[in-house]
């Protein structure tokens, strides 16, 4: 029975050595201590087996004896490996220390080669030589073993383990861990106590008990220690925990973000500085309330709970985009959220960072409002109509106004006064038309700028006559003067009108026919407005048809110069003769200049056009001459863009000086459009024209700006009736009196004088008699290809 209670004995080392690897979960020094504990337990084991001789023959008894004398005899490299153990968790305070040398891993491997040696040794009879039986009056029998001629090398091993205690005291002074170095200290202690205790087993009157007591209170103190040592550790990761926390909260604190977290039931458990700012609130008083207690408007309260419950259930992260925020005091602010479910042991909880994008809708509010609005004026942009037009077309009874309006001559006040008055002017015609609107009380109707000088008003009506009403109270606006500073500017609109459904039913179609009868406008009488037909359609088809096939009439040689002979009213003889371009189009046939012109005007082809009218009528000019023809003067129309060309003169003299003809048999006919513009600027170009030597007659006199106080400052050679004036003038009273006007003040102004446009005798008979000097028209002949003037006029007069 003594035999079993000592084995008991043996397995409560065991026991507590499983239950510190538990507590240390697996670490290097529990998994050591454990050895150490199971060496304990098998040192004890050993003494057991001595007492077993009424359980166990002697044999099994000696056998038994040798095996598991392992445990008291490793006992002592294995305290060497639990001080290596905590030299390495402290290795940095042993960085460059003679310590180094001893405390590695050959060093404890040596040291269990050596103790296992010892261990050998006791297999043989010179190690354990055999045993005798003590018989003790009042205690249990047990065999006590007798040493052999090697005995001494257990003494060695006794003195292995007081090397290992020195060690192990004089490293445990280099410590700084006090838990370690405390736990280090006491275990050496104890363990060379029990040691102590343990190697009176040596002595046969000690009755193999002292390895009990020894094996007891190095399980004991171990678990002891090893408790304090865990508590110690506890308490060291609580202090780390709580300072970390504090740590954290200072960051978290620190950080701009609004950080929050919240449990399973919506209560806040954690709020940043940031955060309680934000609610114009103290963190303490929102710790454990909910977003119903914290927050004013209770619905969006209750859209949050929603939110943070549907994250929580699917434990997903979500990012809310964007969300409006106003706290109790109503100061607004757009935010970005992220909600992220965090499991816990118990609960989950949600952790939320929200970030401030106030600005940044602030700064896109911004580029939207300057992306759908002109930056001049303020006025929608052509961006915004579409969407807005768009928008106003999808209910399906709806009826929608498009007016495209454009300022009449906008170009030349930009031109002549510069970009700043301009835009001051196009300023002022945005708040007339804004006011127009409020003025006019039009529901649902605002007024757009396109860019340049074209606004837009888009309104829906009920009846037609609405839209018309709307354009006359419209034109009136620009019936008063716009003042800026201390001029004052009349402009007048041209106002293109197409109507939904009738003229479209997309934003793209209703604007191409607003532009299409904004352009009839234009051309025509200006200052007026026009609802879209479909004629018009037809009208712009050949309009873009003239200008495409125009491009390369040049380079297929589609142009013809026809002549028109002038004749001497007082003689009757041919003076002269006036060029004058046709055009025949492959697709288009002939077109009349009144088509091609303006559209040559427009798009600047009037530029080369112009050169090659100039250059042709030389070149035939001059081949007339050297045929011994009489000499004629060719009269050849210049246009104003030629004119304000900067190179013309020096480009027109090049052309004259190339083609060989005299400049004194060329003249160059402008028209009254010149007063439009700068008059000195004009009177200046009209002089360096002047100056190669050619004459400068102004055609279609009559009908369009001059005045006499410019008139008399042009160097003009002669004044060209226009044929409006001509026509009818032996039964028009008016007429009469213009022409006779015209002709009389040309005259004290020494200006020659040509009627266009004569077709009769009796015509012929009045001009003369008020003193016209030439004439040109039907009357004489009409245009005439070269080869037939040069038959009819040229032929008869050589003759």
Known sequence: MFFLFLLLVALIPLVIGISIVKMFKGNKLSKILFLFLLLASLWQVDVSVLFAHHNLSREAIDFLFRLFRIGSIMVSPTLFFVAFIIY??????????????LMNKKVVIFYYICSFAVYLIGWSHKGIHSYRLIEPANAPAFHFPVYGSLSWVFQANVLLFIISIVVCIRICTRISHSALRSFLFYFIISTAVGYAIGILNMLPDAMLLPSAVSVLLFAISILILSNKMHLQRVNDVNNQLDQNRDFLSKVIDLNPNYIYAKDQHGRYSLVNESFATLYGMDKKEIIGKTDFDVHVNKERAFEIYQVDQSVLAEQKEITVPEEIFINRFGKEKWLQSTKIPIKTKDSTILLGVSTDITEHKQHEKELNHQANHDVL????????????????????????????IDLDRFKYINDTLGHDVGDLLLIEVSKRL?????????????????????????????????????????????????ILGEQEFFISPSIGISTYPEDGCDAKTLMKNADTAMYYVKEREKNGFQLFTKEMNRDIYRKMMIEKELRTALELGEFELHYQPLMDIHTKKICGMEALIRWNNKNLGPVSPTEFIPIAEETGM???????VLRTACEQNIRWQKTKYPPLKVGINISIRQLLDKNFVRKAAAIIKDSGLSPAYIDLEITESIAMYDPTLMIDKLKEIKAIGVSVSMDDFGTGYSSLSYLKKYPLDTLKIDRSFVSGITFHEDNKAIVNSIISMAKHLGIHVTAEGVEDEEEIRFLEQSQCDTIQGYAISRPLCGKEFERKFLMERAE
């Open 88 to 101: 390495q968790e402290e290795h940095a305070n042993f960085r460059n220390s003679k310590w180094n040398y």
């Open 377 to 404: 004026t303020g006025l929608p942009n052509r961006r915004l109509l579409n969407e807005n037009l768009t928008n106003i077309l999808k209910p399906a009874d709806t009826k929608a106004a498009l007016m495209l």
């Open 434 to 482: 804004k006011q127009f609107i409020d003025e006019m009380k039009l529901e649902n109707a605002n007024v757009y700028r396109l860019g340049g000088d074209e606004f837009t008003l888009l309104f829906p009506y009920r009846y037609p006559k609405e839209v018309t009403d709307i354009a006359k109270s419209l034109l009136e606006q620009f019936d008063r003067e716009f």
């Open 606 to 612: 009037i530029i080369r056009i112009g050169e090659w």
